[in-house]
């Protein structure tokens, strides 16, 4: 570009995204953060238990993943009733209202009344097989759990879930370090426990500072209304967790501290990822569930769900189902993988209790709660008798909670066709279990071969990955075109199929081009590239690689706006550099002030530019600016000197239809070099857009592009319009999120054939 640069240009912001409808992007934001937070507690969670696998013996660790199950069930109760009526209070009452102070009042009085209760029930259910020691911080464990969900309601009904995800993943980081280190000495077992208690005691003490000036005695009347229900929703939530590990309370009971149930324990662990699964899909959906009427969005709704949680609770049934033994045994102690065989039927168990949780999730969203617990309550009763009777060995054990769960999740989803006659959950879930089916059967084949399981286990996540996708889509015709009659909504759904493979095509292409790139010889890297662009798939976005770079540019700043991104990415990843400018930029709107006077500071500008991207001081040629094509012999012959003492393998250059003469005549020099087969020729845009098959996601060094414009002094207009054609640019592989540069990346006999067909 040839043009005076008199303004400093900040971070532009001319070009914004659309912004959300602000209730739905809060909707959708916070729900990504409590997913993200629920996902690194349970990695927390499971790292924490296959500590104490390797730092206990079985009898002790047996004893903590009992311990452990029976704080999921306190844990399930407490985050789904206390803390749910302490936020809805709070979006309903102005701050310091004595509405909300009685209800934070009847919220820390409740957990303590309830956390009291689950502790006693703790000490009750351990007292065949834990230790006193493991009893008394199992008890307070119980306890600090409910005080600890005021800090939970408060913090949802205020909207801050930064701040909720945060102690939660703080949490899990305590027990963690502690409970390892604790476990690690004498303590065992108890020093385990320990470490959960002194986690839950401090996010209880930091609800109680939360709240400390906002609480007051509830009247009776309140107690009653929030009294009822808290009742109702916990009771749910309680009968759903004690349901799901009513195999590891029974086998607890019967077994005690025996190797077999620390066996079965320690494969219940890797099986029962739908069911977590399950907690994350719940919590991204209720908001959106309760906000919705109880209609035919609201069925949609469920049945999307559905769709969503089955495409991610197939994929990891399967993975679960078949890890191989030697897989095991790198994660858990030898002595465990005997009891590999438990896999298959604890991870259908798996699979059937996140069903059960999700569905019951669908009933309290609709405010419903008597379908539930009936059938929760039938099932308790029923599937513990059936589970003890069956509790002789673990592997009857295991085969029986699968047929247990199967049943209820089968009951349940009877009761929502009932409830909700719009939704078609029994289609979804055949597809899903037949889909399980497919892929265990797949990594089942392959488990002999752990490097081909894990290509397996690849392929399994990413189909998930697309079907999640697309259960996350919104209305189809059926709901959204009532005009439609049955044909044009059937031509929908087709066309909505196909838009939805084809949008997966485009997003599996660009991720896949790079993960190919060090795979793939140079010769036919080029060519696969331009085949994924010609697809459908439009420009691939690609990270560049090479050792040897240059980059051609007609003036100084040309090469900043073109490609600079590009460039500091090249230079942080140790490409070499060497940018050549062909003219000094003398012919600038800045020549009132003298020829050589505008050269030098166009020429100390330029150097600072490339300092700021990384790259070495350039080249200047010398050559007169608005005048390369009266000497064009000249530059085809600097040119050729360079590239031949420098031999790159990628060589930057302006588009041929560039909107300048002095930029269509470095293009045609390009064009005439003598350049070698494997140096691809990317051409960039400055004055014009081009037809590009390459994208490149600058944002990471989009502010190194603005310091280098800024050393150039670009006209604050011109600066703002560039830089707004490269966050357009963003539009199609970022979607819309960052800023991205565009290139037409050919071979060298390619750019030729096309500049011999250029306009006259």
């Known amino acids: 570009m040839d043009s005076v640069m008199t303004a400093d240009l900040s971070l532009p912001n001319q070009v914004q995204p659309t912004p959300a409808v602000p209730e739905e992007a809060g909707i959708r934001r916070h729900s990504l953060q409590l997913m993200a937070a629920t996902v690194v507690v349970g990695i927390g969670n499971y790292g924490f238990s296959l500590a104490v696998i390797w730092l206990l013996v079985p009898a002790d660790f047996s004893e903590v993943s009992s311990l452990s199950s029976l704080l999921l069930v306190v844990g399930s109760a407490s985050n789904a009733a206390l803390p749910w009526v302490l936020a809805r209070g709070i979006r309903r009452t102005a701050p310091g209202s004595v509405e909300r102070r009685e209800t934070v009042g009847f919220t820390i009085l409740g957990a303590a009344i309830c956390g009291g209760a689950a502790a006693l029930l703790v000490v009750a259910l351990s007292a065949r097989y834990a230790s006193p020691g493991a009893q008394i911080a199992t008890a307070i464990s119980a306890f600090s759990i409910f005080v600890a969900g005021v800090a939970v309601g408060y913090l949802q009904g205020l909207g801050r879930f930064v701040a909720l995800s945060v102690i939660c993943v703080v949490e899990v ?5 502690l409970g390892m280190a604790l476990a690690a000495t004498s303590l065992h077992a108890v020093g385990a426990m320990t470490g959960t208690a002194i986690a839950s005691t401090t996010l209880a003490l930091y609800g109680l500072f939360l709240v400390r000036r906002e609480a007051r005695r509830p009247r009776r009347e309140v107690v009653r209304s929030a009294g009822a229900d808290t009742a109702r929703i916990g009771s749910v939530q309680l009968a759903v967790s004690l349901l799901v590990t009513l195999d590891i309370i029974v086998g607890s009971f019967f077994h005690g501290r025996t190797v077999s149930l620390a066996g079965y324990q320690a494969m219940a662990m890797f099986s029962r990822l739908p069911f977590f699964a399950s907690i994350a899909v719940s919590m991204v959906i209720f908001p959106r569930l309760s906000a919705t009427d109880r209609g035919r969005e609201f069925s949609r709704t469920v049945d999307q769900t559905i769709t969503m949680y089955l495409a991610i609770a197939s994929a990891s049934a399967a993975i679960a189902a078949t890890l191989p033994t030697r897989v095991l045994d790198l994660v858990l102690p030898i002595r465990y993988g005997s009891n590999a065989h438990l896999l298959m039927p604890l991870a259908i168990a798996g699979l059937a209790a996140g069903l059960i949780n999700l569905t019951t999730t669908f009933f309290q969203a609709a405010g419903r709660f008597k379908a539930p617990l009936k059938v929760l309550a039938v099932g308790c009763v029923v599937g513990s008798g059936i589970l003890s009777f069956s509790s002789s060995s673990v592997d009857t054990l295991a085969w029986a909670a699968a047929g247990t769960f199967g ?6 989803l009877v009761c929502i066709r009932r409830a909700f006659p719009s939704t078609h959950p029994f289609r979804r879930c055949l597809s899903g279990c037949a889909l399980t089916a497919l892929y265990g059967f797949a990594l089942r084949e392959a488990r002999s071969d752990v490097p081909l399981w894990l290509a397996g286990s690849f392929a399994v996540a990413g189909i998930a990955v697309f079907r999640t996708r697309r259960g996350e ?30 949008r997966d095509l485009r997003w599996l292409s660009n991720k896949a081009a790079n993960v190919m790139r060090p795979l793939t010889p140079p010769a036919q890297w080029e060519g696969l590239v331009t085949a994924i662009s010609l697809a459908g798939s439009g420009p691939a976005v690609v990270v560049p690689k090479a050792a040897r770079v240059v980059v051609i540019a007609p003036h100084p700043d040309d090469e900043t706006i073109g490609c600079g991104g590009t460039l500091a990415l090249l230079a942080s990843a140790g490409s070499e550099v060497r940018v050549i400018i062909a003219t000094d930029g003398e012919a600038s709107l800045e020549a009132a002030c003298g020829g050589r006077e505008v050269a030098r500071r166009r020429r100390i500008r330029a150097i600072a530019a490339c300092e700021r991207l990384g790259v070495r001081p350039p080249m200047f040629l010398g050559l007169p600016d608005a005048g390369l094509d009266r000497c064009s012999d000249l530059l085809d012959k600097l040119l050729a000197r360079e590239i031949d003492e420098f031999e790159p393998d990628l060589v930057f250059a302006p588009w041929m239809l560039d909107g300048h003469p002095d930029h269509r005549a470095v293009a045609l020099s390009v064009a005439n070099l003598e350049l070698p087969d494997l140096c691809a020729i990317w051409t960039y845009e400055v004055w014009a857009s081009l037809p590009p098959n390459r994208l490149v996601d600058v944002s990471d060094w989009w502010d190194d592009k603005i310091a280098a414009l800024n050393c150039h002094e670009l006209d604050e207009a011109d600066g703002a319009a560039h830089l707004a054609l490269q966050r357009w640019r963003s539009l199609h592989g970022l979607a819309g999120r960052g800023y991205a540069e565009a290139f037409l990346a050919l071979t060298p006999a390619a750019n030729r054939r096309l500049l011999d067909g250029r306009p006259s």
């Open 173 to 177: 980081v305590i027990k963690l370090g």
């Open 407 to 412: 049943v209820i999740a089968f009951a349940l």
């Open 473 to 502: 889509d919104g209305a189809t015709g059926e709901e959204s075109g009532t005009a439609l009659g049955g044909d044009e909504r059937k031509a929908v759904r087709r066309a909505r199929s196909w838009a939805h493979r084809q």
